[in-house]
């Protein structure tokens, strides 16, 4: 193990007040956030159970060290599925954030919000403009 990753292997919690361990070094029954997702899972209410740390360039994280937090999926619980009322206002929210209050048209894209109107709108009114 390389001294980068040594310093991040801490699984009692010692070190840093969770178990943490340096990138692809986690045991396989905890998992981040994005992962239980794709697995059909949610936390249940549990708390961050572990931590895994790198050193990372990007993002000019603080130190340079990123986090990503991670949970127990034998305490996590299946995702909840949504009702018929739940998708129908879903769909009713998007297919307003589609809808040009110019043309009153569905633009099939989510319109800019910088623009407020869909592309054809806003360069009929730049055109127009000039």
């Given at each position: 193990m390389s001294?980068?990753?040594?310093a991040f292997?801490?699984?009692t919690g010692?070190?840093?007040?969770i178990p943490?361990w340096?990138?692809?070094?986690?045991?396989?029954?905890?998992?981040?956030?994005?992962?239980?997702?794709?697995a059909g899972?949610r936390?249940g209410?549990q708390?961050?159970?572990?931590?895994?740390?790198?050193?990372?360039g990007r993002?000019?994280?603080p130190g340079?060290?990123r986090?990503?937090?991670?949970?127990?999926?034998?305490?996590?619980?299946?995702k909840?599925?949504?009702t018929?009322?739940q998708?129908?206002?879903?769909a009713k929210?998007?297919a307003?954030r589609?809808?040009?209050p110019?043309?009153?048209?569905?633009?099939g894209?989510?319109?800019?919000r910088?623009?407020g109107?869909c592309?054809d709108?806003?360069?009929?009114t730049?055109?127009?403009?000039?």
């Amino acid at each position: 193990m390389s001294r980068f990753r040594a310093a991040f292997f801490d699984p009692t919690g010692s070190r840093y007040g969770i178990p943490t361990w340096p990138w692809r070094m986690a045991p396989p029954h905890l998992m981040t956030m994005r992962q239980l997702a794709a697995a059909g899972r949610r936390p249940g209410g549990q708390q961050v159970q572990a931590q895994v740390l790198w050193r990372s360039g990007r993002y000019r994280a603080p130190g340079g060290v990123r986090v990503a937090y991670l949970y127990d999926v034998r305490l996590s619980l299946p995702k909840r599925t949504p009702t018929a009322a739940q998708l129908e206002a879903l769909a009713k929210a998007n297919a307003a954030r589609r809808t040009c209050p110019d043309c009153k048209t569905d633009a099939g894209y989510v319109l800019p919000r910088h623009l407020g109107t869909c592309l054809d709108c806003a360069d009929h009114t730049e055109r127009s403009a000039a």
